[in-house]
T-cell receptor, first 110, second 114 residues
Framework: SQKIEQNSEALNIQEGKTATLTCNYTNYSPAYLQWYRQDPGRGPVFLLL?????KEKRKERLKVTFDTTLKQSLFHITASQPADSATYLCALRWDYKLSFGAGTTVTVRA | DTAVSQTPKYLVTQMGNDKSIKCEQNLGHDTMYWYKQDSKKFLKIMFSYNNKELIINETVPNRFSPKSPDKAHLNLHINSLELGDSAVYFC?????????????FGQGTRLTVV
């Protein structure tokens, strides 16, 4: 069955630096991969979607890449700010399920 | 106007009781979901519904029974609650089952079974 792995449970970085998060999946290659942000006590909020034929997608200070050969997506937060502190989840859909990785908690120090 | 709303936000109950969580979406979406997020924060899908029809039951015990009276509502009823049911339950919706559609989540219901 499909497995989604986010390599780091936690990432601590200094304000202004770039945070890079990894999402790996096994087996079936999805046509789309999604990234969400979850703040404590809140539901996940959609950030970005990238298609299999797109190598890179950007939204403001966020950048996502998708390598179907490596079965990997990278999520970058550039010029990080303390307000970016949250848990970031990757998600993909197969078998009519939208399934999530375990998430990476990012803490940005001022 | 809240897109996906679920009630109650908090639920504390004793073992063996039966409880329900309600969910409504006003986005006109065809697909709705229930997820469970445990103490380790892993978000695990429980059910997927499309146009009121059950699509996925992800090996959830029979004590959990979702009900979708219409496309805008997906309620979750839990019988004979157990300590291990304590978690945060999220309702979500998406336009359809396509991989290119994003999901919108409710604020969650924190269920504590004592």
């Amino acid at each position: 069955s499909q497995k989604i792995e986010q390599n780091s449970e936690a990432l601590n970085i200094q304000e202004g630096k770039t945070a890079t998060l990894t999402c790996n999946y096994t087996n079936y290659s999805p046509a789309y991969l999604q990234w969400y942000r979850q703040d404590p006590g809140r539901g996940p909020v959609f950030l970005l979607l990238i298609r299999e034929n797109e190598k890179e997608k950007r939204k403001e200070r966020l950048k996502v890449t998708f390598d179907t050969t490596l079965k990997q997506s990278l999520f970058h937060i550039t010029a990080s700010q303390p307000a970016d502190s949250a848990t970031y989840l990757c998600a993909l859909r197969w078998d009519y399920k939208l399934s999530f990785g375990a998430g990476t908690t990012v803490t940005v120090r001022a | 106007d809240t897109a996906v709303s679920q009630t109650p936000k908090y639920l504390v109950t004793q073992m063996g009781n039966d409880k329900s969580i309600k969910c409504e979406q006003n986005l006109g979406h065809d697909t709705m979901y229930w997820y469970k997020q445990d103490s380790k924060k892993f978000l695990k899908i429980m059910f997927s519904y499309n146009n009121k029809e059950l699509i996925i039951n992800e090996t959830v015990p029979n004590r959990f029974s979702p009900k979708s009276p219409d496309k805008a509502h997906l309620n979750l009823h839990i019988n004979s609650l157990e300590l291990g049911d304590s978690a945060v339950y999220f309702c979500a919706s998406s336009q359809d089952l396509g991989g290119g559609t994003e999901a919108f989540f409710g604020q969650g219901t924190r269920l504590t079974v004592v």
